[in-house]
Structure formats: structure tokens, C-alpha cells
């Protein structure tokens, strides 16, 4: 079960991603990891989703941040391919 804070969490960063940084970020690091620790606003990019966890957590070790993958609707596809 996921908490109202956890769920605060992901709503901010995502409203944090979709007015300030969807633009920029999808333009130029398209397929990469962004990690936004709503209560400052700050965010973290990198390569890979544990570069961008670890990013923000070494600035903020207390807060919960959200990761998103820049450009997908999910960090993660999970499935089959058939053919």
C-alpha cells in the first residue's frame, strides 16, 4: 500500500515535471532518468534510474523524491513481445 506522503510525493514531482521541465528534458535527454524532490523543486538527470535515485539522495538523504523516465508514461516496460 502506498501513503498519502509517498503519494503527495509523486503527485508534486510530476506537476513539478509537467510545468517546468517536460519540455527542456524531453528535448535534449529524451529516454534518460530525472529524480525531482518536490519540496524544493530541485532535480536530479542521469543516464540511469539508480544514478538519478542516488543523485538526489545524496543532496537530500531524508526526503522522498520521484524518478521519472524522461519522455515514457513509465520508468520501467515490463512484458512480452509477441510475434
Known amino acids: 500500500m502506498v501513503s498519502e506522503e509517498t ?6 514531482a510530476k506537476d513539478i515535471y509537467e ?3 517536460r519540455i527542456d528534458l524531453e528535448a535534449d535527454r529524451r529516454d534518460q532518468f530525472v529524480a525531482i524532490e518536490p519540496d524544493s523543486g530541485e532535480f536530479f538527470g542521469a543516464e540511469t534510474f539508480d544514478a538519478a ?3 538526489a ?3 537530500y538523504p531524508s526526503k522522498l523524491s ?3 523516465r524522461i519522455g ?3 520508468a520501467f516496460h515490463i512484458g ?4
Not at 503519494?7 to 508534486?12: C, E, G, H
Open 72 to 74: 515514457h508514461a513509465a
Open 57 to 59: 539522495r545524496s543532496k
Open 7 to 12: 503519494k503527495s510525493v509523486i503527485a508534486r
Open 66 to 68: 520521484h524518478t521519472i
Open 80 to 83: 512480452v513481445m509477441c510475434q
Open 53 to 55: 535515485v542516488k543523485l
Open 19 to 21: 510545468q517546468r521541465l
